[in-house]
């Protein structure tokens, strides 16, 4: 449970009371960040973002065990409106058991659900995504969001632990995919951002909270690598895509929606594979060529 979160609170609290003036972003998320109990990380977009790895959970598919950053992160984003009011939108790994006292916890706070769904397929136990939206005080949320958390096994934060040295060729990946990524985790992660902005309610959505193709490469030995993510296509996209995923032999695993009321609609296409890392990539690049 998230209530050893009382502990971690307490040091971010006292870390961002002894920081400098000059050190604190241009906005200052000290509140949330003590609401919701662990750190979060400033994105290049200017949102806010804070993770929530389910690395309780033993998750297996195909007899590959799944990583947390592949397919088990849960994440919210907060961004600052012209009102000086915050957009949040997240999604919220759980397991079956969880995902009712969820929605309930935050349907009374005011936090509203986009999508309720599966990512994967064949897993082993079967988990859940629940997407989140709402617009409002910004601490209110946090504490919302953490209230309904409290409600799950979600870990409380820890220190990360040293990940092995990631085998696989990543410049390779890199190159054939023609957008670079970072290891986090064990994985190795892609996000390309759509070129036109997403809007909700007249507000741009950054690319990190959630409208970027995401790419994320496991290692599974001999070159091979566990992929996954989501493409993130308009209606015109979505059948240029299957074909050229099924030509590479990457299964899709879902087609759904993950927000309400964005504009334009948007469609979000889960995959998964395990085969060789190269020959994937390229099959992901010729999907990605497909997208504006």
């Known amino acids: 449970m998230l209530r050893s979160f009382a502990v971690a609170s307490a040091a971010i609290v006292a870390f961002a009371s002894a920081a400098s003036p000059q050190s604190k972003p241009p906005d200052d998320w000290s509140a949330v960040t003590s609401a919701i109990g662990r750190p979060g990380v400033v994105q290049s977009d200017g949102a806010m973002k804070y993770g929530f790895p389910r690395s309780d959970l033993k998750v297996t598919v195909n007899g590959v065990r799944v990583r947390p950053a592949l397919a088990l992160g849960s994440w919210v984003a907060f961004k600052r409106t012209a009102t000086n009011e915050a957009m949040v939108m997240g999604d919220l790994v759980l397991i079956e058991t969880e995902v009712s006292a969820v929605i309930d916890a935050l349907q009374q706070k005011g936090v509203q659900q986009t999508a309720v769904h599966n990512h994967l397929l064949r897993e082993s136990p079967r988990v859940l995504y629940v997407h989140i939206s709402a617009h409002g005080d910004a601490a209110r949320i946090a504490a919302a969001i953490r209230a309904a958390l409290d409600l799950t096994k979600t870990p409380a934060p820890s220190p990360p632990e040293r990940a092995p040295a990631l085998e ?78 099924r030509a590479g032999q990457i299964d899709v695993t879902a087609l759904h929606s993950h927000m309400v009321g964005e504009e334009p609609r948007l469609y979000f296409m889960h995959f998964w594979a395990d085969n060789d890392a190269g020959k994937l990539a390229a099959t992901l690049r010729r999907a990605i060529d497909e997208m504006k």
């Open 168 to 245: 696989l060729d990543t410049a390779l990946i890199h190159r054939t995919l023609g957008y670079g990524g970072k290891v986090n985790g064990g994985v190795y992660q892609v996000s390309v951002p759509r070129r036109e902005p997403i809007t909700m309610d007249g507000e741009v959505v950054p690319p990190s909270m959630g409208v970027s193709t995401a790419i994320n490469f496991q290692p599974t030995g001999r070159g091979w690598a566990a992929i996954t993510g989501d493409f993130v296509m308009l209606s015109s996209e979505v059948n240029r895509i299957i074909p050229i995923l």
